[in-house]
Protein backbone atom coordinates (compact mmCIF):
# COMPACT_ATOMS: atom_id res chain seq x y z
CA UNK A 1 0.00 0.00 0.00
CA UNK A 2 1.26 3.58 -1.47
CA UNK A 3 -0.28 5.60 2.02
CA UNK A 4 0.55 8.98 1.36
CA UNK A 5 2.66 10.43 -1.24
CA UNK A 6 4.29 13.20 -1.83
CA UNK A 7 5.82 14.74 -4.85
CA UNK A 8 9.03 15.58 -5.02
CA UNK A 9 11.11 14.80 -2.35
CA UNK A 10 13.35 17.96 -2.78
CA UNK A 11 13.03 21.54 -4.72
CA UNK A 12 14.86 24.25 -5.26
CA UNK A 13 13.20 27.54 -6.22
CA UNK A 14 13.96 31.58 -6.99
CA UNK A 15 12.37 33.95 -5.60
CA UNK A 16 9.12 34.67 -7.79
CA UNK A 17 8.89 31.52 -9.30
CA UNK A 18 5.66 29.16 -8.47
CA UNK A 19 5.31 25.74 -7.80
CA UNK A 20 3.14 22.72 -6.86
CA UNK A 21 3.53 20.29 -4.09
CA UNK A 22 1.49 17.35 -5.13
CA UNK A 23 0.38 15.36 -2.45
CA UNK A 24 -1.79 11.59 -3.01
CA UNK A 25 -3.66 9.32 -0.44
CA UNK A 26 -5.16 5.73 -1.67
CA UNK A 27 -6.83 5.49 1.94
CA UNK A 28 -9.90 6.98 0.95
CA UNK A 29 -9.74 9.75 3.35
CA UNK A 30 -11.63 12.72 3.48
CA UNK A 31 -9.06 14.54 5.93
CA UNK A 32 -6.33 15.78 4.13
CA UNK A 33 -3.84 18.69 5.50
CA UNK A 34 -0.58 20.55 4.67
CA UNK A 35 1.93 21.28 7.32
CA UNK A 36 5.05 22.86 7.22
CA UNK A 37 8.47 21.77 9.66
CA UNK A 38 11.05 24.52 10.96
CA UNK A 39 13.23 23.85 13.68
CA UNK A 40 12.57 25.22 17.23
CA UNK A 41 8.34 25.22 16.04
CA UNK A 42 7.32 21.96 15.28
CA UNK A 43 4.78 21.79 12.50
CA UNK A 44 2.31 24.34 11.88
CA UNK A 45 -1.00 23.72 9.58
CA UNK A 46 -1.03 25.79 6.32
CA UNK A 47 -4.28 24.63 5.00
CA UNK A 48 -6.92 21.75 5.42
CA UNK A 49 -9.00 19.60 3.76
CA UNK A 50 -12.35 17.64 5.29
CA UNK A 51 -13.60 16.39 1.58
CA UNK A 52 -13.50 17.27 -1.74
CA UNK A 53 -14.85 20.74 -2.67
CA UNK A 54 -14.20 21.94 1.01
CA UNK A 55 -10.86 23.54 1.82
CA UNK A 56 -9.99 25.89 5.07
CA UNK A 57 -6.94 27.82 6.55
CA UNK A 58 -4.85 26.69 9.12
CA UNK A 59 -2.39 28.33 11.28
CA UNK A 60 -0.18 30.01 8.78
CA UNK A 61 -2.04 30.35 5.24
CA UNK A 62 -0.48 33.06 3.64
CA UNK A 63 1.54 32.85 0.44
CA UNK A 64 0.21 29.36 -0.11
CA UNK A 65 -3.28 28.05 -1.91
CA UNK A 66 -5.20 24.71 -2.23
CA UNK A 67 -7.90 22.54 -3.80
CA UNK A 68 -9.53 19.81 -3.42
CA UNK A 69 -11.05 18.46 -6.66
CA UNK A 70 -11.16 14.32 -5.45
CA UNK A 71 -10.76 12.36 -2.79
CA UNK A 72 -7.18 11.20 -3.41
CA UNK A 73 -5.32 14.64 -4.72
CA UNK A 74 -4.62 17.53 -2.18
CA UNK A 75 -2.03 19.64 -3.74
CA UNK A 76 -0.22 22.66 -2.17
CA UNK A 77 0.53 25.43 -4.31
CA UNK A 78 3.10 28.41 -3.99
CA UNK A 79 2.38 31.46 -5.97
CA UNK A 80 5.18 33.53 -5.53
CA UNK A 81 8.04 31.68 -3.75
CA UNK A 82 9.44 33.51 -0.85
CA UNK A 83 12.63 32.82 1.15
CA UNK A 84 10.60 32.62 4.31
CA UNK A 85 8.91 29.63 2.67
CA UNK A 86 12.03 27.54 2.82
CA UNK A 87 10.84 24.77 4.56
CA UNK A 88 10.08 20.93 5.24
CA UNK A 89 6.04 20.34 4.20
CA UNK A 90 4.35 17.14 4.89
CA UNK A 91 1.04 16.47 3.71
CA UNK A 92 -1.25 14.25 6.14
CA UNK A 93 -4.53 12.81 6.08
CA UNK A 94 -6.98 10.95 7.96
CA UNK A 95 -10.18 9.08 8.11
CA UNK A 96 -13.41 11.01 8.98
CA UNK A 97 -14.43 14.35 6.61
CA UNK A 98 -17.35 16.31 8.76
CA UNK A 99 -17.74 13.90 10.86
CA UNK A 100 -14.17 12.74 11.88
CA UNK A 101 -13.51 12.16 15.27
CA UNK A 102 -11.05 13.12 17.50
CA UNK A 103 -9.43 9.89 18.10
CA UNK A 104 -8.39 9.68 14.15
CA UNK A 105 -4.34 9.69 13.74
CA UNK A 106 -2.58 11.45 10.78
CA UNK A 107 -1.23 9.46 8.20
CA UNK A 108 2.37 11.57 6.90
CA UNK A 109 3.75 11.26 3.58
CA UNK A 110 7.57 11.61 3.78
CA UNK A 111 7.93 15.00 3.17
CA UNK A 112 9.26 17.62 0.58
CA UNK A 113 12.46 20.15 1.35
CA UNK A 114 11.73 23.30 -0.34
CA UNK A 115 14.64 25.85 -0.91
CA UNK A 116 14.16 29.28 -1.98
CA UNK A 117 16.63 31.07 -2.55
CA UNK B 1 -6.55 28.92 21.00
CA UNK B 2 -5.58 25.30 21.70
CA UNK B 3 -1.63 24.75 22.03
CA UNK B 4 0.65 21.97 22.93
CA UNK B 5 4.00 22.99 25.07
CA UNK B 6 6.93 20.19 25.37
CA UNK B 7 10.85 20.39 27.13
CA UNK B 8 13.24 21.50 24.40
CA UNK B 9 15.97 19.37 23.79
CA UNK B 10 17.78 18.08 22.72
CA UNK B 11 17.87 15.10 25.35
CA UNK B 12 21.05 13.00 25.98
CA UNK B 13 21.03 9.68 27.49
CA UNK B 14 22.78 6.74 27.89
CA UNK B 15 21.12 2.93 26.56
CA UNK B 16 18.77 1.90 29.08
CA UNK B 17 18.19 4.98 30.78
CA UNK B 18 14.62 6.28 32.03
CA UNK B 19 13.38 8.58 29.75
CA UNK B 20 10.94 11.27 30.26
CA UNK B 21 9.47 14.17 28.01
CA UNK B 22 7.22 16.58 29.97
CA UNK B 23 4.37 18.17 27.29
CA UNK B 24 1.20 19.82 28.68
CA UNK B 25 -1.58 21.48 26.66
CA UNK B 26 -4.38 24.13 26.79
CA UNK B 27 -7.59 23.04 24.51
CA UNK B 28 -11.15 23.07 24.79
CA UNK B 29 -13.20 20.64 24.18
CA UNK B 30 -12.95 17.07 24.64
CA UNK B 31 -9.27 16.52 23.02
CA UNK B 32 -7.61 13.63 22.19
CA UNK B 33 -3.67 13.19 23.08
CA UNK B 34 -1.14 11.76 20.74
CA UNK B 35 2.94 10.87 20.83
CA UNK B 36 4.06 11.05 17.29
CA UNK B 37 7.66 10.45 16.33
CA UNK B 38 9.57 10.89 13.35
CA UNK B 39 13.05 9.18 12.54
CA UNK B 40 15.60 10.97 10.31
CA UNK B 41 14.44 11.75 6.76
CA UNK B 42 10.96 10.34 7.77
CA UNK B 43 7.53 11.62 7.87
CA UNK B 44 5.87 11.23 11.32
CA UNK B 45 4.17 8.19 12.78
CA UNK B 46 2.27 7.68 15.33
CA UNK B 47 3.92 6.49 18.75
CA UNK B 48 0.76 6.24 21.07
CA UNK B 49 -2.79 7.90 21.87
CA UNK B 50 -5.19 8.12 24.57
CA UNK B 51 -8.68 9.74 23.75
CA UNK B 52 -10.32 10.43 27.25
CA UNK B 53 -9.30 11.93 30.96
CA UNK B 54 -7.24 8.63 32.71
CA UNK B 55 -6.41 6.89 29.87
CA UNK B 56 -2.82 5.06 29.25
CA UNK B 57 -1.48 5.08 26.04
CA UNK B 58 1.32 2.52 25.39
CA UNK B 59 3.34 0.93 22.50
CA UNK B 60 6.91 -0.17 21.98
CA UNK B 61 7.78 0.36 25.88
CA UNK B 62 6.66 3.69 25.86
CA UNK B 63 3.70 5.20 27.79
CA UNK B 64 1.72 8.02 28.63
CA UNK B 65 -0.93 8.69 30.73
CA UNK B 66 -3.57 11.87 30.00
CA UNK B 67 -3.85 14.06 32.89
CA UNK B 68 -6.86 16.00 32.45
CA UNK B 69 -6.31 18.02 36.58
CA UNK B 70 -2.57 19.17 35.41
CA UNK B 71 -3.34 19.50 31.70
CA UNK B 72 -0.77 17.16 30.70
CA UNK B 73 0.48 13.89 29.00
CA UNK B 74 3.74 12.59 29.73
CA UNK B 75 5.84 10.25 27.59
CA UNK B 76 7.82 7.50 29.57
CA UNK B 77 10.34 4.80 29.25
CA UNK B 78 12.12 2.53 31.32
CA UNK B 79 15.03 1.61 29.33
CA UNK B 80 15.51 2.85 26.25
CA UNK B 81 17.79 1.58 23.51
CA UNK B 82 19.80 3.68 20.81
CA UNK B 83 17.16 2.96 18.19
CA UNK B 84 14.60 4.78 20.00
CA UNK B 85 16.75 7.96 18.79
CA UNK B 86 14.22 10.17 17.09
CA UNK B 87 12.12 13.16 17.52
CA UNK B 88 9.16 13.08 19.34
CA UNK B 89 6.12 15.56 18.97
CA UNK B 90 3.28 15.92 21.30
CA UNK B 91 -0.12 16.64 19.70
CA UNK B 92 -3.69 17.00 20.06
CA UNK B 93 -6.62 16.86 18.06
CA UNK B 94 -10.14 18.78 19.66
CA UNK B 95 -13.57 18.75 18.48
CA UNK B 96 -13.63 22.82 17.67
CA UNK B 97 -11.81 24.35 15.49
CA UNK B 98 -11.93 22.00 12.41
CA UNK B 99 -10.95 19.14 14.32
CA UNK B 100 -7.21 20.05 13.44
CA UNK B 101 -4.09 18.48 14.81
CA UNK B 102 -2.25 20.83 16.86
CA UNK B 103 1.88 19.96 17.82
CA UNK B 104 4.49 20.73 19.95
CA UNK B 105 8.08 21.83 18.56
CA UNK B 106 9.11 18.53 19.03
CA UNK B 107 11.93 17.17 21.57
CA UNK B 108 15.18 15.77 19.58
CA UNK B 109 16.70 12.46 21.65
CA UNK B 110 20.10 10.94 21.22
CA UNK B 111 20.55 7.47 22.76
CA UNK B 112 24.54 6.72 23.27
CA UNK B 113 25.30 3.05 23.41
Known amino acids: NAGVTQTPKFQVLKTGQSMTLQCAQD?????MSWYRQDPGMGLRLIHY???????DQGEVPNGYNVSRSTTEDFPLRLLSAAPSQTSVYFC????????????????FGSGTQLSVL | GNSVTQMEGPVTLSEEAFLTINCTYT??????LFWYVQYPGEGLQLLLK?????DKGSNKGFEATYRKETTSFHLEKGSVQVSDSAVYFC????????????FGAGTRLFVKA
Open chain 1, 92 to 107: ASSYGGTGVRTNEKLF
Open chain 1, 27 to 31: MNHEY
Open chain 1, 49 to 55: SVGAGIT
Open chain 2, 27 to 32: ATGYPS
Open chain 2, 50 to 54: ATKAD
Open chain 2, 91 to 102: ALRSNTGGFKTI
